[in-house]
């Protein structure tokens, strides 16, 4: 006999659930915490099904193969297509670096995927969530390896059940052993995205590798491992914050995962002979509610947990061949066409409709603009810094000097030679350390993706006294780059 807490009361009862102790647990069932209730989702096959198998290969192999990708740069150039420079301050893409100011290409990208995701949304639904989100595909690997080696709902749910034995500790063993072995691998393909792969392949398994590499691998080993082994469902639900948000991207016409109960109800089971008439296809099977990842009902409407993932579509248009009626009682649909039937209308599905004009437009304007800025960014970049102190010099016959850093950025594969002269300011004269002044423009050699500096002493001729704005030009196999900056030199005052 236990005794639990029941709306205030002590009861005394035969065995209970572990529901039943949690809530005992909890007093009245008001507890901070819910316990997890293990899911069983059964095996479907279909067209879903499908799709997501396809999406799953894709995805994990573009994840795990992209590393290892040879791109060919010149000279002692990182030779990976995609790497993360972290000590050299760069990202390379196949043929594109970029530098750490140019990190609004990132947040470019951020924004882009960002109003891909509304737009998708608004059209479709939840589609990124049952069919791309790494929670998702690592959690469908998961439960791949579960069925393998466990077997599938109903042998699970048995081995659950029954009291340790040696069969039951060497399928959960080596269940958790693959599950580890697929997270180790999660974070192994990670840190090769921020060093040379095969350098750090090599160096790794030594213990040779950089600090920050085995504590990577080691976080997303565990995450990998508690998020798509133990907490599934969970992380969508309960930590996840696009469910909540995705609320306001969809509307009546977006399509979603929908139960068609125009169509099914009044359900309930039937008999093989047994007339249709006068009720609806759905026999009440729970096909739909086994096969759901996330435990649902999808007959009760949208809900927060449901990631339109499709399986019930798969499972439930099994049952209906089975039962000789049409497919597709539960699909792709929207409220809009579930309502329009209920009233014996023609259902329409407006794709272009006020916000996905609204995604769309400015998913396209933000595109267009970073492919702007991207084919328009210079490949050369000189920035000019004059010392502060002292903000001038008066030399011996006169003439007043002004000292400038020029930082001169070569973002190109290749070495530039450079000529660097002066405009505003007639007759300067031009000196870097150990080299005499002259006239004329001095020549800079830059290394391919490199930032030289280069200390630069400006001098006006003898008799001029104002101070005035002037341009380094640096000029070389491509387009002059002109880098205003000041000369300075009796009051520091600068006509405008």
Known sequence: MTTVIENGERVTAGPVSAAAKARAKGGSGGGLYKPRTPIYPKAVSGFWRKVKWALLILTLGIYYVTPWIRWRRPGALPQQAVLVDFDHARF????????PEEV??????LVIAALALFLVTALFGRLWCGYACPQTVWTDLFMAVERWIEGDRNARMRLDAEPWSLNKAWRKGLKHAVWLGVGFGTGGAWIFYFHDAPDLL??????QAPMASYLSCAALTFTTYALAGTM??????YMCPWPRIQGAMIDQHSLQVTYRKDRGEPRGPHKKGETWLGRGDCIDCNACVVACPMGIDIRNGAQIECINCGLCIDACDEIMLKVERPVALIGYDTDAAVAARTCGQKPVYPLVRPRTIFYGVVLAAVSGLMLWGLMNRPAL??????????????LHDGSIRNSYTLKIANRGFQKRLLQVGVEGLPGAMLKTPGEDATHEAIAVEVDANDVRAVRVLLSAAPGASDSRPIAFVATGDGPAVRTPTVFLQGDGHVPG
Do not use: H, M, S
Request: proline share 2%.
């Open 92 to 99: 390379y893409f196949f043929g594109i670096q970029l530098w």
């Open 104 to 109: 609004y290409f990132i947040t470019g990208l």
């Open 202 to 207: 090599a160096k790794f398994w030594v213990g």
């Open 232 to 237: 599934r469902e969970q992380v969508c639900t």
């Open 381 to 394: 970049v000189v920035y000019a810094i004059r010392d502060r102190n002292p903000t001038f010099v008066r």
